[in-house]
């Protein structure tokens, strides 16, 4: 992305990435009218899309700015962080970082909602899930019974038992997980590209690397144990 004029930028690449500090997300706002730039796919593709929790606090955020229903806040303690490490890189003019912090302002009161919504829904979803599973039940029992008073021949088994959505889950699960595994080698290839090529100091190096290896090793532990129950049920 190229921002210009009052357009913020809310995120950009790190310093290993080619280019560095590139915005990735940018906002601007004219008039009652608002406009969000995203340009990484990255932002939602990574550990599942929606169904990591952070890209979905990020989409209901960013749909809650868009949409001016949001109140304005104190910035989290990252924010904080983050704008500070800001203004000691770049020296930004007292009109544009007024108004970047009244937009992070914005985004980071949804975090608070986000909360109360999630607690909701899974009030909401905990009941469904009991009310399908009655139903899978009192069918099987139909088709059972059925079959054993008028000799029809019925498939005895109708809908998935909770242990084949956990099977299916799970499955979901290492998919998720050997894509995240995929994307982690290939950044660490192409970091190793960048420093061999001089493109990227020594210390830098070193530091991403670490923690590289230690965010592989976490997601390769967390595949060996999705594997480890997926063959427990599947025995």
């Known amino acids: ?21 590139a915005p990735i997300i ?63 890189e770049t020296k930004i003019d007292d009109a544009t970082s007024a108004e970047f912090e009244k937009t992070l302002r914005r985004l980071v009161n949804a975090v608070f909602d986000l909360q109360k919504d999630i607690s909701m829904i899974k009030a909401q979803v905990g009941n469904v899930d009991t009310n399908i599973e009655q ?47 995929k994307s982690v ?5 192409h970091i190793d590209q960048r420093h061999s090529s001089g493109a990227m100091p020594e210390e830098s190096y070193s530091e991403e690397v670490e923690k590289l290896d230690a965010r592989l090793l976490n997601l390769e532990k967390k595949l060996v144990i999705k594997q480890q129950e997926l063959a427990g049920l599947k025995s």
Request: glycine fraction near 8%; include cysteine.
């Open 26 to 88: 940018a906002v601007a706002e004219s008039g009652k009218g608002r406009v969000m730039c995203i340009g990484s796919y990255e932002v939602f593709r990574r550990g599942g899309g929606f169904k990591h929790k952070g890209n979905q606090t990020f989409a209901v955020n960013a749909f809650k700015w868009l949409s001016g229903g949001m109140q304005m806040t104190k910035p989290s303690s990252v924010v904080k962080e983050q704008k500070k490490k800001e203004q000691q």
């Open 135 to 181: 139903l899978r039940d009192q069918f099987q029992d139909f088709a059972e019974k059925t079959q054993q008073q008028l000799g029809v021949m019925i498939p005895a088994k109708q809908f998935k038992t909770t242990e084949e959505h956990k099977e299916s889950d799970i499955e979901t699960d290492i998919k998720g997980l050997m894509s995240e595994i």
């Open 1 to 21: 992305l190229r921002i210009a004029g009052k357009a913020l930028a809310l995120a950009v690449t790190s310093e290993m990435a080619d280019p560095t500090r």
């Open 185 to 189: 080698e290939q950044l660490r290839d």
